[in-house]
């Protein structure tokens, strides 16, 4: 049997017979001609045969002729073909793939999520998603971090009881964790640098656009930092590297949208979050910034620093968690940041307290704490990090308004299926 | 301030007065001299002072002179030291940390984990996980693979009922994935190759030395192929690339812990499940292997082929999960392997069923399998796909007894903490 050649390297192969493998994109029956337009992981490429009953999404293998064509995608197409099914005839997906968008509502597309993501602009999302995951890990493999994993079983539900799944562990009580704070913070011990990309889970009692069940997170976290900027100095290298890595690995993904990558200035912005407040016209004493404020916050610092990306500092101790180091310059506030990122915040991150008895003054009972709070009585050095949502993120650079438009199977309040 | 030097660096600093930071892996107080060994992330410095009482363990910073020194740790030491304690004097583990090896019980290490695995032996055995995994990767994109995140929370408990854990979600009954299975082989539909590099978890009722409640799962699913030799050939180069990782960036772990890796041959050698039996000398009807059957067939793949690696192939149907594909030539048996390395299963693969009339015809009950099905109902190339597990690579790897000890944080029947 020939091998297979990809859709994209058809036009390379003008003259040859030659076979290709893929689902039915599109049928058009003329009055004597059938063109089939084949799709491969690759792109589409046109068959031309005198009629064909094959529905669309079924999966066939095509042996044929390559010949020039102006009309056809790609400059050429396939003639004289032997078309040999691959799968049973498929049954008509509820909407139609080969239209330039997907014209369906939400639920029904994430209903319909393993055949929805065959829609090549629905795909072209994950696409970036997976250019962005290699480009942090390479951007902390880089800065000689080591990548750990870490359980998603804990036994104490930590940051905050309220959003917490509990699990039936052998029969005792357990929880999904929320996060891997409390490891990757005890690894720093270990390796003074680690990070993770795995799922974490916050029963999020709310239905809105940018919060799910289950989310991928991007943690670090790093020791021998002075401050939160040494945190930050990282953080900016790592998305450096995603938007590099976007650009490099996804290019067909992004002409397909027609994604406008951001740049990364040298220096991201920075702006204290009590003057934040002023400038977005909030009273002094907030605690947290609004969605509103966020908007309103990445577009000054467009307009002033002809950046889209915003670090701000200095959030209020009252408002972040106990491990959250306070400012010994400002009392009250935290050597904390958010990034914001066309609008919304992207990551959360800050230094943490290192010193067995700051825990111990924090916690009111530190019993549940016992083996997270055993690597700060045995020594640990200043350290700070970070988590980013991978979804997010692809959210804001492809401007999908619902973080379920750039997550494969979500899982939210009501959906627990595909 | 000076910037920071690492302890491996320091013997090209001779003359220089430079800074350190890290551990106090070791005090050793002579008559008239005293010498901390500092531990940090690149290795060990030693540093020459009247005195000090800072204990074992502490983080502290050191500014001093680099000097030469025939009998330090590189042959360079650091004299005049300003040493600045970073933390508080860190209280003892309930272990040496500075000796040849780590002198304590399986489960006083588990339970004191976050300072246990900053012994250096310890450490080493994630470096190489670490290596390992970015070979994967790398290996897995280069043969255009795309990297998927899938959920953890599903609605049935699909392979298996008995060892998955129950879930409370939003007031429903859900349950923790044993595996990504059916997201992958939906994926295939969409990206035809995928991976993902996750937690699975399984209510293992059973205490034994190579199963845990979560583990690392190393998947891949790839589509349009003949049977399951193209998967095999697929592991082949994911293996060669794991090993070729560790080789190259795990270099200092391999010396500590005098590893030696194994060949990857460019052809793995294939037994018959039929055959694996007589060869071990078990009765023809058996179903399945037990571990004394892996142990002998390694030793048999190395006395006959010089492989530390054998595929056992042909598995009997009815000890395989229900969308497991037959062999057209041989009743009864599967077009599945496994893959045995140094006398244990370390993957589990073959080709899945495709058609969807076939999945019907498996299922009892489809209805609970529903948002799976609809994958196959639109079309699907034949497939198939692996499952490697990253603890159980690593433990053969460094030939670790225990599971338990190439796991950070282990979690099993009666472990859920630290």
Same mark, same amino acid.
């Given at each position: ?43 589409? @490429?046109?068959?031309?045969? *005198? ?10 293998? &095509?042996? %044929?002729?390559?010949?020039?064509? @102006? ?8 003639? #004289? *073909? ?32 393993? &055949? ?30 080591? #990548? ?39 690894? $720093? ?34 020791? !021998? ?37 951001? #740049? ?47 670090? $701000? ?8 968690? !106990? ?17 914001? !990122? ?36 045995? %020594? ?20 999908? *308004? ?15 299926? *595909?």
């Amino acid at each position: 049997m020939i091998s297979r050649v990809l859709a994209a390297d058809v036009p390379a192969h003008i003259g040859a017979r030659i076979r290709v493998a893929g689902w039915v994109h599109r049928r058009r029956e003329l009055k004597s001609v059938t063109f089939l337009v084949i799709r491969d992981r690759s792109g589409l @490429v046109q068959i031309v045969l *005198p009629e064909s009953d094959v529905p669309e999404e079924t999966v066939v293998e &095509v042996e %044929g002729v390559v010949i020039a064509s @102006v009309q056809a995608p790609g400059g050429a197409e396939i003639t #004289e *073909p032997v078309v040999t099914p691959l799968s049973e005839p498929a049954q008509a997906p509820p909407f139609d793939l080969y239209r330039p968008n997907l014209n369906a509502t939400l639920p029904t597309i994430l209903d319909n999520a393993p &055949v929805a993501l065959r829609h090549p602009k629905a795909r072209a999302a994950f696409t970036i998603t997976a250019a962005s995951v290699a480009g942090y890990r390479a951007a902390l493999d880089e800065m000689s971090f080591t #990548e750990i994993h870490t359980p998603k079983i804990v036994e104490t539900a930590t940051e905050s009881g309220a959003t917490v799944f509990g699990i039936d562990y052998f029969g005792r009580r357990a929880y999904l964790a929320q996060s891997p704070q409390f490891f990757k913070q005890s690894l $720093v011990g270990v390796f003074e640098r680690v990070y993770e990309v795995g799922p974490v889970f916050r029963a999020e009692p709310h239905d809105t656009t940018r919060h799910l069940a289950q989310y991928t997170s991007l943690d670090a976290e790093l020791g !021998f930092i002075t401050d939160h900027h040494d945190v930050m100095a990282v953080l900016r290298k790592a998305i450096a590297g995603m938007v590099g890595s976007v650009k490099t690995r996804a290019v067909k993904a992004l002409n397909l949208l027609e994604i406008r990558l951001p #740049e990364v200035p040298e220096i991201i912005p920075e702006v204290h979050f009590t003057d934040a407040l002023e400038l977005v016209g909030a009273p002094a004493d907030e605690p947290d910034l609004a969605p509103a404020h966020e908007r309103a916050l990445s577009e000054w610092a467009m307009s002033e620093h002809g950046s889209e990306f915003l670090f $701000v500092t200095g959030y209020p101790m009252r408002k972040r968690p !106990f491990y959250t180091h306070p400012d010994p310059a400002r009392p009250g506030h935290s050597n904390s940041f958010d990034l914001l !990122f066309r609008g919304v915040e992207l990551v959360t991150g800050g230094q943490r307290l290192h010193r067995y008895s700051d825990y111990l003054a924090v916690l009111q009972d530190p019993e549940p704490y016992r083996g997270y709070l055993d690597a700060f009585k045995h %020594g640990m050095p200043p350290h700070g990090g970070f988590a980013l949502g991978l979804e997010r993120w692809t959210a804001r650079l492809v401007d999908a *308004p619902n973080i379920r438009q750039t997550t494969l199977f979500p899982r939210d309040l009501t959906r627990l299926s *595909p």
